[in-house]
T-cell receptor
Framework: DAKTTQPPSMDCAEGRAANLPCNHSTISGNEYVYWYRQIHSQGPQYIIHGLKNNETNEMASLIITEDRKSSTLILPHATLRDTAVYYCIVEKAAGNKLTFGGGTRVLVKP | NAGVTQTPKFQVLKTGQSMTLQCAQDMNHEYMSWYRQDPGMGLRLIHYSVGAGITDQGEVPNGYNVSRSTTEDFPLRLLSAAPSQTSVYFC?????????????FGPGTRLTVL
């Protein structure tokens, strides 16, 4: 399974876009990119996932580079409630598990 | 739907005691998993199940047993608790495999082993 690299922490301003990078340079063709987040002491929450194309839903946008070696999660208008640890996960199709790394601790400041 | 429920929310055990952490889901999901999360760390997979009667080991299975007699329930048994098992335990479920479908997580069980 491919491994991911994320910055350990980042701050962003309330109301501004938050861009969270993830490097997955060893990703293979059948592996998806998943993003989950974990708000303090709660269970992780699904955000978005993609294979090749950029994806958008009501929570966020996922931008995957053409070579698929990196991706960016975009929270378009960060709120204080978006303060959480964000996990970028790469997993092959039909895999039976998700492997969580250290994630990025995001602090949204007023 | 209640989603994924876990009981108890908190538990304190003495070394050597055994107990069962309960997990139930009412979404008719085939896939269920148990993770543990140590302070400041990411989640690590303990055991998982792809359907009733089928279980498999994850990354850190030692000291834990699971069974899946029904689709709804996936209990995690600690055979002889050790201080190293002090952690927060999360149960998760999904309709299809976690790499192709959203996983839903329970609220967690906070376990302390003295």
């Amino acid at each position: 399974d491919a491994k991911t690299t994320q910055p350990p922490s980042m701050d962003c301003a309330e109301g501004r876009a938050a861009n969270l990078p993830c490097n997955h340079s060893t990703i293979s063709g059948n592996e998806y990119v998943y993003w989950y987040r974990q708000i303090h002491s709660q269970g992780p929450q699904y955000i978005i996932h993609g294979l090749k194309n950029n994806e958008t839903n009501e929570m966020a946008s996922l931008i995957i580079t053409e070579d698929r070696k990196s991706s960016t999660l975009i929270l378009p208008h960060a709120t204080l409630r978006d303060t959480a640890v964000y996990y970028c996960i790469v997993e092959k199709a039909a895999g039976n598990k998700l492997t969580f790394g250290g994630g990025t601790r995001v602090l949204v400041k007023p | 739907n209640a989603g994924v429920t876990q009981t108890p929310k908190f538990q304190v055990l003495k070394t050597g005691q055994s107990m069962t952490l309960q997990c139930a889901q009412d979404m008719n999901h085939e896939y269920m998993s148990w993770y543990r999360q140590d302070p400041g760390m990411g989640l690590r997979l303990i055991h998982y199940s792809v359907g009733a009667g089928i279980t498999d080991q994850g990354e850190v299975p030692n000291g834990y047993n699971v069974s899946r007699s029904t689709t709804e329930d996936f209990p995690l048994r600690l055979l002889s608790a050790a201080p190293s098992q002090t952690s927060v335990y999360f149960c998760a479920s999904s309709y299809a495999s976690p790499s192709t479908d959203t996983q839903y997580f329970g609220p967690g069980t906070r376990l302390t082993v003295l």
